[in-house]
């Protein structure tokens, strides 16, 4: 394996009746909590009333950022920024997905700053030298793993970036993870955050070493519990076992233990996150239209991978297949898998215009970490043939 370091600092306080038993003593410090959350999903699920009903009982003083929209984006962490600063808040609690938490870390340190972070953060690596405001996260809904990690994916509306880093200092202190928070999730998002847990896996498993590594081994073994488990929740949205599976499934993958000793591909997410720019659309609809395809382009680079996803995973039986084969008949599952969940597979089903897409293939970012370092040009290719 290669060389790592491992540490995660976040507390995760996991099952039904979590955010009851908890939430109270984990703000027990703060004098001004910002209670920050989406469009408003918490209000109809009855998550809000429960979260403030307890915050009144703490008697601290509350502030309310709320209308923090999916793909994050740049103005709005500026708000929430200005709102800590002129507020003295000195806890942030982000209830929501990867977007409100996402949003939130950005706030925490944009409220503690005085540049400007999108350049000295998002543009370019920083260090982060001071101390952040303080971040709780209760998850709503299972996809990015935000809430175990530093990572922040925020939107720069007026340069067309979507881009993401991940600062350990920005991990939230706690996360309070009730899956029964997460059935009234509507079924495309549940299918997208679904599919976007399978991708970090997929991106992470496909990457040298290919030599025999535990990471791997946990990847499998995750990505048959993401499979299985959305199956079953698909059947049964208020299946607790699937949806508790689910829901620590997204966690595992992005609080970087798979990611230990292995390089990590990331380029659909790359290639995703450019399409989000220029068009908005969901993030798990947006990687399940490239994940087969761009497959198909590199396979050949790490052809032992491919044979092993497709043995491992999907259970596909030699029969006298070569090599070749079996990789090709791995990805075919996969895509079988993308229909059977009912999630887009062309790009103009996620509202991209063909005209857009030489313009957006040449803003991606170009992975490191990749089998085979894909061009601008094989980015367009790629685009193309998943176009319609
Ligand atoms: O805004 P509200 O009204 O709350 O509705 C949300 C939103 O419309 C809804 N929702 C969430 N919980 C719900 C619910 N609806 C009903 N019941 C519930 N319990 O779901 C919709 C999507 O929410 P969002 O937070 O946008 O989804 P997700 O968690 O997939 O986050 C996507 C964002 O995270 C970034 C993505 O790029 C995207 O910007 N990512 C963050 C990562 C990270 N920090 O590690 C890694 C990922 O690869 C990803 O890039
Ligand atoms: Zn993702």
Not at 103 to 118: F, H, M, P, T
Not at 176 to 191: I, R
Not at 206 to 215: A, C, K, M, R, Y
Not at 238 to 262: C, F, H, P, Q
Request: charged share 25%; hydrophobic share 40%.
């Amino acid at each position: 394996m290669n060389n790592f370091i491992f540490q995660n600092s976040t507390k995760v306080f996991f099952g039904q009746g979590c955010v009851r038993e908890y939430l109270a003593c984990l703000i027990k410090g703060a004098d001004t909590v910002l209670l920050a959350y989406g469009g408003g999903s918490i209000k109809s699920n009855g998550v809000y009333d429960e979260v403030t009903a307890i915050l009144q009982r703490t008697g601290k003083r509350v502030l309310e950022f709320s209308g923090i929209m999916p793909n994050p984006t740049y103005e709005k962490v500026l708000e929430g920024a200005e709102i800590c600063r002129r507020e003295n808040v000195d806890m942030i609690l982000a209830v929501g997905g990867g977007s409100v938490i996402d949003c939130c870390k950005a706030v925490s340190l944009a409220a503690r700053y005085q540049g400007d972070i999108w350049e000295d953060f998002w543009m370019h690596p920083g260090v982060i030298n001071f101390e952040p405001v303080p971040l709780g996260a209760i998850v709503t809904v299972a996809g990015t793993g935000s809430e175990c990690n530093g990572g922040a994916v925020i939107t720069n509306q007026k340069k067309k970036i979507k881009t993401g880093r991940d600062y350990p200092a920005l991990n939230p202190a706690f996360a309070l993870m009730d899956p029964a928070y997460t059935y009234s999730v509507p079924v495309k998002q549940m299918v997208s955050g679904g599919f976007d847990i399978l991708s970090h896996i997929m991106e992470t498993y496909f990457s040298l070493p290919d030599e025999d590594n535990v990471s791997d081994d946990i990847m499998e073994a995750l990505m048959g519990s993401v499979i299985r488990n959305l199956r079953l929740a698909l059947r049964n949205p208020r299946d607790y076992t699937a949806r508790s599976n689910l829901m620590w499934d997204s966690t595992m993958a992005e609080n970087r233990v798979i990611k230990m000793g292995k390089k990590c591909d990331f380029q659909c997410h790359n290639m995703e996150h450019q399409l989000g720019a220029y068009t908005d659309c969901n993030h798990g609809c947006g990687l399940a239209v490239l994940q087969p395809v761009y497959y198909r382009h590199i396979y050949m680079d790490g052809l032992s991978k491919f044979v092993k996803f497709a043995e491992n995973v999907w259970k596909i039986p030699r029969r006298g297949r070569t090599d070749e084969e079996m990789a090709l008949a791995g990805i075919d599952a996969l895509e079988d898998f993308i229909r059977e969940l009912g999630l887009p597979t062309t790009l103009k089903e996620l509202g991209v215009e063909r005209e857009q897409l030489r313009e957006i293939a040449c803003s991606c970012g170009i992975s490191n970490g990749s089998y085979r370092r894909i061009t601008h040009d094989e980015i367009l290719d790629i685009f193309q043939e998943c176009y319609e």
